[in-house]
């Protein structure tokens, strides 16, 4: 879901916001993979090599 998870816990009238992300959050390994990168980025560091993609390499 694309948005805050705040709006969508006001919305679905959840009380506690561990019963909204529990049950409706999810997170592909794609975007895992680019958050990884923008984090490497924000302390000046090289992202991390893929590991998928130096397994092909063997």
Same mark, same amino acid.
Not at 28 to 31: L, R
């Given at each position: #879901?694309?948005?805050?998870p705040?709006? /969508?816990q006001r919305?679905? @009238?959840h009380s506690k916001f *561990? #019963? *909204?992300s529990d049950v409706y959050s999810e997170a592909?390994? $794609? $975007?895992i @993979? $680019? /958050?990884l990168q923008r984090l490497s980025r924000g302390f000046g560091q090289s992202p991390p090599d893929d590991p998928e993609e130096s397994d092909e390499d063997s």
């Open positions: #879901m694309k948005g805050h705040q709006v /969508a919305i679905l @009238r *561990t #019963m *909204t592909s390994d $794609e $975007e @993979r $680019e /958050a």
